[in-house]
């Protein structure tokens, strides 16, 4: 179990148990809440919801989960509903793609993306193919849920961002809920999918905080956002980087650059109308994507902008992504490792005046 | 009769060596009996038949190696009573040859590789925005070219670099010069085709009208011949310069033949560049412009265009000189037509044009005396003049060529 | 007219359909041989002739609404599970009748009506998903166990350690049908696996585990019954190892060098079509003409389902992408 | 300097006027502006370059004088071109 850090985990246990917070629902319109509360009742809401619905994963239950998602669950749906798993990602994955198979909608938790590598085999080989092998006779209605990103000073083996992997393959699909309202309203349509969906939650994000409607419910799992206008320049970007772009995009309209903020939400499929047509009016792209460069998602969106809106573009697409380096532990070094609001900023400013 | 074939043992086994054969001609041989061994690349593997019968002749012999399917041997039907208790094969389920014309082979076309999705790029909105290349972009502000007239033969009608290579090569006013460091392969061919382009959008869009006007040329001429006298040859004028000055000059009280046609609109031009056409000895014409032409003496102007035909026909002029043009004069010289109906280089408002001067019997008060004179010619869109009005232009221009020295 | 056999008693009938299984299997797969050399068969090809006992015993002790996870050696079961023999052989040549619509191939079959959950070409990759299948009934209170076949090759796969493991802690209706004979492809048992009695290495998951002789037909049927049935009242997972042997290659392209020929000959000897022939004829439930009879059938149904496969279109390009995702779930 | 001579003098100077003009077979009799192509501002150069080269006035009416090769020879000859 060292391999996996355990002493880590029981670190980020014991802070979160501080940090938990009833959601208080007040009359009105909105609810203070967190990102994840807001995936917590969404769990709840689904369990709740369809008897076919359950939680398993590495200490979902009587540990109330790793980043404290699933507290109060097992007490609320019991011990069948909420499955503490042995350290077995590629058995319970499977496991997981099984009960799909025989009728079930689990959700299965794996506790971060580092750890999914050891159940690619399922994934891919399983679960993405037997619809299709079959020739249709079997569909997977199954969610996966991942933690993802760097920024908890985990070191390399707890940092990856490798969404992208995933988004690589046909007969899954990939989600990245950033803003609350995608936190909380994801999971029930991904299950009524009857297709495998992948859901990546990015680690800084469960902390965040912010203001979710009363009533929030389920939203569509496909489609980007347009989450601010702008004229100049694109930042196509998703997850744990949406909020960067947002604040370097304030920073760009002080300084008369009007910067759209695409929130892609969906890795797989790609929703390249939205971002076609806002390349279309802006006439450049900048993609921000913590994942490596080589390889990565943010290489197929600017191939993408290229194939579709070659003629729009007035700048060459730019590409602002992690170091490709195995996350360092120390901070300084951690935080030079991916992209920051500042070099967002930098980067669009060079693209619409370049020097 | 049937054929025992070297088996398929493998998806990348093209070929076997016979190694060993367990039976010989006149051995019966029962389905499922090993008869023989084959090397492959995994090393030696027994062979069995799957017909019963008695081998009638062996074809290939130890350490032969043949391709898959090859016929190793001739095996009769049992003629006896067949040895073994189970039915006989029905013969479809015989090894069909894999010649046998009634093998379904898969379709012929590959599964269609994952053909990149037609990138189905969006219209961008109607007429808002230019398809062009960035590459043919780059190239146009290199030669100070106006993209806007050019006729694209990319994709979707999109200016390639080549459309922008050839308009470069070609007509007088967008066209560039053909630049020194013009790339060697700069064909004939392309000019003409750029020409061709440029004219023939010119006919398609603009509603042309045709006037002309004889001028009695034997006042300027005169004038021109006594400066000439008194000067070093080398600082004499000819002609052009004249007509030149007084195109540019008489030019200065008709802004709506002196500009541009842009989204629909005529664009008068604050200045009078005026683009004088030179013909290249190889074949096609430019016509560089000389700039602010109503503001300078006809020395400068003389000077100026020493200078333009000399750079054109080396190639050297400058980008500003092949984009700058508010109307352009084209003027045959002493050689050819008399009279010249031109057609505007886009997005220009008119096209003033020079036949070659010749004698002509003339009415001289109550005489007919000899005169040397020209057919001056004024081709304009109508969208931004009329008739009226380019007459009174032709006017203009006489009246000045009559009072050389006030040029 | 009855046997006993062990303590299993036999009617004529159920006897004879055991051989005749067991037949039928051998035959569709020596066809099979014959159209891989004529490469009507393409790709891989893996037969199980010689191990014929343990898919029949074993699927003879399922009921309708069982589940059943294989691996690529999976003709036996498919055939013994009650897949047409047509839409299994139309699936070897690739053509859209087959019963995966031609995608999957010798590797990959797929039958939703019989739960059969396919072929999985990856060593153990079928296991989890027996695990899953089994939570999925047992959560949803459908009296069904689930079956997985694998070979002794599997059990050095970690998959096979977490199934286990999951399968027992969870108390789920999971029948571990190891499949053991003696070579993984080209390596022996004992230079795979540090504890070679794999019943014993099973039992240390505190589930049910015993040792089985994979060439008695009649010996696995009742094996299989017991763990069956103790499943059905609740008991947790259970284990049987088949001792077995496989008499061709591992697949087609194999020389074998591994093994010799003599060890082959040898276990051909008491292979599990010649014991249970001999056995039936001394407890006189087998006469000649029921062997007739038999081979006669099987080799109509062969000759019949090669005529199916070789007629059968073949799949539209057009289709390539479609089920890549699914519109619903089929009921 | 031979006839010879001065007609080479002269086909050189048209040669720096019109590059591309092929002087080499050059017909003595044709008007030089058709042969090379010449426009008026090609000639008033030729006529300068006569001068510069042989310091030989040709005023602007004696330019029909010198449109063939054979005449313009004749015409410098004639200025005293020796």
């Not at chain 2, 076309?109 to 990149?116: S, V």
Request: net charge negative.
């Amino acid at each position: 179990m060292t391999a996996k850090g355990k002493s880590a985990k029981a670190q980020m246990g014991a802070a979160k148990k501080g940090a938990a917070r009833k959601i208080v629902a007040r009359k009105g319109r909105t609810v203070r809440t967190t990102y994840r509360e807001a995936v917590r009742e969404a769990i709840r809401d689904a369990l709740a919801r369809d008897p076919r619905v359950f939680l398993m994963g590495e200490d979902v239950g009587r540990y109330g989960g790793c980043y404290a998602v699933s507290k109060g669950l097992l007490e609320e749906f019991g011990e069948d509903r909420v499955r503490d798993t042995p350290l077995s990602e590629s058995g319970f994955v499977g496991a997981g793609i099984g009960a799909a198979l025989g009728g079930m909608r689990p959700i299965v938790e794996v506790m971060t993306v580092n750890f999914s590598l050891l159940a690619l085999d399922q994934i891919v080989n399983n679960a993405a193919t037997i619809p299709h092998m079959s020739g249709g006779q079997f569909a997977v209605p199954l969610v996966i849920r991942m933690a993802t990103g760097s920024g908890r000073q985990l070191a390399a083996q707890h940092s990856h961002s490798l969404e992208g992997w995933y988004a690589h393959i046909p007969g899954i699909k990939v989600l990245a809920p950033a803003t609350l309202a995608d936190a909380r309203g994801m999971l029930w349509s991904a299950l009524l999918d009857p297709n495998p969906v992948l859901i990546f939650e990015h680690v800084l994000l469960y902390n965040m905080e912010g203001d979710l409607a009363a009533d929030a419910g389920p939203v569509p799992i496909e489609g980007a956002a347009v989450r601010r206008e702008g004229t100049d320049i694109s930042l196509v970007t998703y997850g744990g980087s949406l909020f960067k772009c947002l604040a370097a995009a304030e920073e760009l309209a002080a300084d008369g650059i009007a910067a759209e903020v695409i929130d892609l939400r969906c890795l797989r499929p790609l929703d390249e109308a939205t971002i076609l047509a806002s390349v279309a009016k802006t006439h450049r792209a900048l993609i921000v994507d913590e994942g490596w460069r080589s390889g990565g998602i943010s290489a197929e969106i600017a191939t993408r902008i290229v194939e579709g809106g070659f003629y729009d573009l007035d700048a060459p697409v730019a590409r602002l992504c992690g170091a490709e380096v195995p996350i360092p532990y120390p901070r300084h070094l951690e935080e030079a490792s991916v992209p920051q609001t500042a070099d967002i900023t930098a980067a669009a400013r060079a693209l619409v005046r370049p020097e | 009769m049937s054929e025992f074939r070297m088996p398929s043992l493998g998806a990348d086994m093209e070929a076997g060596t016979l190694v060993e054969w367990f039976v010989g001609a006149g051995d019966t041989v029962a389905r499922g009996d090993i008869v023989a061994v084959v090397e492959t690349q995994k090393g030696a593997i027994e062979i069995e038949i799957f017909e019963s019968g008695r081998v009638a002749e062996i074809l290939v012999g130890p350490g032969e190696k043949v391709p898959v399917g090859t016929v190793l041997a001739r095996i009769e039907a049992p003629g006896a009573p067949v040895k073994k208790a189970s039915a006989k094969k029905a013969p479809a389920a015989k090894a069909p040859a894999k010649k046998a014309p009634a093998k379904k082979v898969p379709p012929k076309k590959a599964p269609a590789k994952m053909a990149p999705p037609k990138p189905a790029p969006p219209m961008p909105p109607a007429g808002a925005r230019l398809r062009i290349s960035p590459a043919a972009r780059r190239r146009a502000q290199e030669l100070g070219l106006e993209t806007a007239g050019i006729a694209g033969t990319g994709a979707g009608g999109a200016i390639t670099l080549a459309d922008i290579e050839a308009a470069a090569a070609s007509a007088p006013g967008p066209a560039a010069a053909v630049p020194a460091a013009a790339p060697a392969g700069t064909p004939q061919a392309s000019m003409r085709q750029a020409i061709a382009a440029a004219m023939s959008r010119a006919n398609r869009e603009i509603p042309h009208y045709y006037l002309s006007r004889t001028i009695d040329m034997e006042a300027a001429l005169g004038w021109l011949e006594a400066t000439n006298a008194r000067r070093p040859i080398a600082r004499r004028l000819i002609a052009a310069a004249l007509l030149l000055r007084a195109v540019a000059v008489a030019l200065r009280d008709f802004p709506d033949l002196n500009g541009f046609w842009i989204d629909g609109a005529a664009r008068p031009a604050a200045h009078i560049h005026v683009g004088w056409s030179v013909s290249l000895r190889g074949g096609g014409l430019v016509a560089p412009a000389i700039l602010d032409a109503d503001t300078k003496p006809l020395e400068t102007l003389m000077a100026a265009l020493r200078d333009l035909v000399k750079r054109a026909r080396a190639g050297g002029l400058r980008s500003s000189e092949m984009s700058a043009q508010t109307v352009t004069v084209t003027s045959l010289g002493d050689l050819g037509a008399d009279a010249v109906h031109g057609v505007i280089y886009p997005p220009q408002l008119a096209l003033v044009g020079f036949g070659r001067v010749q004698a002509r019997p003339w009415v001289v008060g109550e005489d007919i005396a000899p005169r040397r004179v020209v057919e001056a010619s004024l081709a304009a869109d109508h969208r931004a003049s009329d008739g009226h009005r380019g007459g009174l232009f032709l006017a203009a221009l006489d009246k000045l060529l009559q009072e050389p020295e006030t040029l | 007219m009855t046997a006993a056999k062990g303590k299993v008693r036999l009617t004529r009938d159920s006897a004879l359909a055991l051989l005749a299984g067991m037949l039928r299997i051998r035959r569709f797969e020596e066809t099979c041989a014959e159209l891989y050399t004529a490469e009507k068969i393409r790709g891989f090809l893996h037969l199980y002739i010689g191990e014929e006992a343990i898919a029949v015993g074993a699927l003879d002790a399922l009921a309708p609404d069982d589940a059943v996870v294989a691996t690529y050696r999976e003709h036996g079961h498919a055939l013994a599970r009650g897949i047409a023999m047509d839409r299994i052989m139309a699936e070897m040549y690739g053509k859209q009748s087959g019963c995966s619509r031609g995608r999957g191939g010798s590797m990959h079959i797929y039958d939703a009506a019989t739960r059969f959950y396919g072929g999985n070409a990856i060593v153990g990759g079928g296991l989890p998903l027996a695990v899953g299948l089994a939570l999925a009934d047992r959560m949803q209170g459908r009296d069904a166990v689930t079956a997985c076949f694998f070979g002794e090759g599997a059990v050095a796969e970690g998959e096979f350690h977490e199934s286990a493991n999951l399968a027992a802690l969870w108390k789920l209706p999971v029948l571990f049908v190891c499949e053991n004979n003696r070579y993984a492809m080209g390596t022996a048992l004992d230079r795979s696996e540090s504890q070679t009695d794999l019943h014993v290495k099973a039992a240390s998951y505190a589930m049910g585990s015993e040792v089985v002789d994979g060439m008695d037909v009649v010996a696995v049927e009742a094996a299989a019954r017991r763990a069956v049935d103790a499943m059905r009242s609740g008991g947790g997972p259970h284990f049987l190892e088949c001792r077995t042997y496989r008499f061709r290659a591992h697949s087609m392209f194999d020389a074998q060098l591994y093994r010799d020929k003599a060890e082959i000959e040898e276990w051909k000897t008491h292979g599990p079509v010649v014991r249970f022939t001999a056995w039936l004829r001394e407890t006189g439930l087998l006469h000649d003409s029921d062997l007739a009879r038999i081979e006669a059938d099987i080799a109509a149904e062969i000759d019949a389902a090669v005529a199916f496969a070789e007629a059968a279109p073949w799949e539209p390009v057009e289709d390539l992408e479609r089920f890549v995702l699914m519109a619903e779930v089929p009921e | 300097m031979t006839d010879d001579d001065l007609a080479a003098l002269i086909l050189a100077r048209i040669a720096d006027i019109a590059p591309e003009a092929d002087t080499a077979d050059a017909d003595p009799a044709m008007d030089l502006r058709d042969q090379f192509d010449l426009d008026s501002m090609d000639f008033l150069n030729f006529a300068i370059a006569l001068h510069e080269a042989l310091g030989v006035e040709i005023p602007e009416t004696d330019y029909p004088r010198i449109r063939t090769l054979d005449a313009c020879v004749a015409y410098l000859r004639g200025k005293g071109v020796a």
